[in-house]
């Protein structure tokens, strides 16, 4: 990593883990919680993280052996988007800017530094596994179509850009509530996000099944 260059990331941890049933940031993957294990992948990669938490989650990273002064808080949001907007703001004026989910605590570190090297190339670079399963689009209950699985990739996190850009883009649609991800967000700006391909072990912790 180029020490001349900021490298911030947000982890989101606003959450309510509503269909997890407790907050699912805080339980246990061996000898870390959940939040402390995805923590651990970036704390040696980047500059600063800014965390987005709720109130539990957050004593579980302030009291954690990792904890460092690399770490800061924002508050969270109602929802994601206003999280991250929030931890946007809160960032030290980086370069780029990696935007994980804490509950995503498997991302490869290998992956992380790729990401971060194609971002200063792309601009913004999202994580993604390619369809495995044969799509099909359907309306009013029937298929009407089955689509390529070759252009069909499912999105990831970490989405890295460049931070001015999506703080400007936040900024643009932040009155807008039903963007998804931060790169629906870029490409209704216009930009075309590249995909960094990552494995299928990057899953997100939903439910308890998950966690098991």
């Known amino acids: 990593m180029n020490n001349k260059v900021k490298i911030s990331t947000i982890i989101t941890a606003g959450g ?25 992948r970036f704390l040696d990669l980047v500059d600063e993280i800014i965390i987005p938490a709720q109130d ?9 052996k990792l904890y460092s002064d690399k770490i800061k808080f924002a508050p969270p949001g109602k929802t994601r988007q206003i999280s991250v907007y929030n931890a946007l703001l809160a960032c030290s004026n ?16 290998e992956a992380i530094k790729k990401i971060i090297e194609l971002t200063f190339e792309k601009k913004a ?3 993604g ?22 252009t069909i990739f499912q999105a990831q996190t970490p989405q890295a850009f460049e931070y001015n850009l999506i703080k400007k883009i936040h900024e643009q649609y932040k009155n807008i509530t039903d963007f998804t991800d ?31």
């Open 16 to 40: 309510n883990s509503t269909r997890f049933g407790t907050n699912k940031l805080i339980e246990k993957l061996g000898d870390l919680t959940i939040i402390e294990t995805t923590i651990s």
């Open 125 to 127: 670079v999202i994580a």
């Open 56 to 64: 539990e989650a957050k004593a579980t990273i302030l009291n954690s």
């Open 129 to 150: 596994t390619m369809a495995v399963d044969t799509i099909k689009k359907v309306k009013d209950g029937r298929i009407i179509e089955t689509i390529d699985r070759k």
């Open 182 to 212: 931060d790169s629906s967000m870029a490409e209704k700006f216009g930009l075309q996000p590249f995909i960094f391909e990552t494995s299928v072990k990057n899953k997100k912790i939903t439910t308890k099944e998950d966690l098991m």
């Open 94 to 109: 980086p370069k780029i800017v990696l935007i994980h989910d804490g509950a995503r605590p498997f991302i490869e570190k």
